[in-house]
């Protein structure tokens, strides 16, 4: 099985950084596409940003030319860097990778256990 650990959330004012990791670990035969996702309270778990393991990247609208998304392959670690916090970007912040754990397995999506960005004066 594919394990994702997320860290790097937290408290930030508006107008603050953060940048959150997610490394998959376990057993891990491939991994193709890692992203970011969010969910605030009452609301449905949306797209943060995507890359895939050739490095293409896709953004929400809300967070183009905020946030940036990259990944490291060898170790198999996705990064979001976020800029210019607004209180709107506090949510719950899920990593995702669609991957393989054994070669005969088709690929399917693996989740971490979400780590909260709360921004806030």
């Known amino acids: 099985q594919v394990q994702l650990v997320e860290s790097g959330g937290g408290l930030v004012q508006p107008g603050g950084s953060l940048r959150l990791s997610c490394a998959a670990s376990?057993?891990?035969?491939?991994?193709?596409?890692m992203g970011w996702y969010r969910q605030a309270p009452g609301q449905q778990r949306e797209l943060v940003a995507t890359?895939?393991?050739?490095?293409?990247?896709n953004y929400a609208d809300s967070v183009r030319d905020r946030f940036t998304i990259s990944r490291d392959n060898a170790s198999n670690t996705v990064y979001l860097q976020m800029n210019s916090l607004n209180a709107e970007d506090t949510a719950v912040y899920y990593c995702?990778?669609?991957?393989?754990?054994?070669?005969?397995?088709?690929?399917?999506?693996?989740w971490g256990q979400g780590t909260q960005v709360t921004v806030s004066s």
């Open positions: 376990g057993r891990i035969f491939a991994i193709y596409t």
């Open positions: 890359i895939t393991d050739s490095r293409s990247t």
């Open positions: 995702n990778a669609v991957g393989r754990s054994l070669y005969f397995q088709p690929p399917r999506d693996y």
